[in-house]
């Protein structure tokens, strides 16, 4: 039974920092490529970033460039999301995903499988 549990959110004011982690278990981690998602409420679920299976090669989109850095350990099956300068606009649910595919994608239904979120809020 594959399990994904994400950790790390909560209430931070804008410019903050938080480091978001995902847990992995009944899957063969470093075959995986790794993502985050996060969905605010009312809108879809959009693609964060992602991460291949040995960790080499990363995906990010526009709106977190040079802010949130992902990050993978084999050796732990845990995925990282460390997100910096954050703003109210990054308040949401943030999800981690895994696809067994070596191909990078950022739509929500080509990843596997998915954790049950964690919510990040970014006050003003």
């Known amino acids: 039974q594959v399990q994904l549990v994400e950790s790390g959110g909560g209430l931070v004011q804008a410019g903050g920092s938080l480091r978001l982690s995902c847990a992995a278990s009944?899957?063969?981690?470093?075959?995986?490529?790794m993502a985050w998602f996060r969905q605010a409420p009312g809108k879809e679920r959009v693609f964060v970033s992602s991460?291949?299976?040995?960790?080499?090669?990363?995906n990010y989109a526009d709106f977190v460039k040079g802010r949130f850095t992902i990050s993978k350990d084999n050796t732990k099956n845990t995925v990282y999301l460390q997100m910096n300068s954050l703003n109210p606009d990054d308040t949401a649910v943030y999800y981690c995903?895994?696809?067994?595919?070596?191909?990078?994608?950022?739509?929500?239904?080509?990843?596997?499988?998915w954790g049950q979120g964690t919510q990040v809020t970014v006050s003003s």
């Open positions: 991460i291949s299976r040995m960790g080499i090669s990363t």
């Open positions: 009944g899957l063969t981690f470093g075959s995986f490529r």
């Open positions: 995903a895994a696809d067994r595919s070596t191909i990078y994608s950022a739509s929500p239904t080509e990843y596997d499988y």
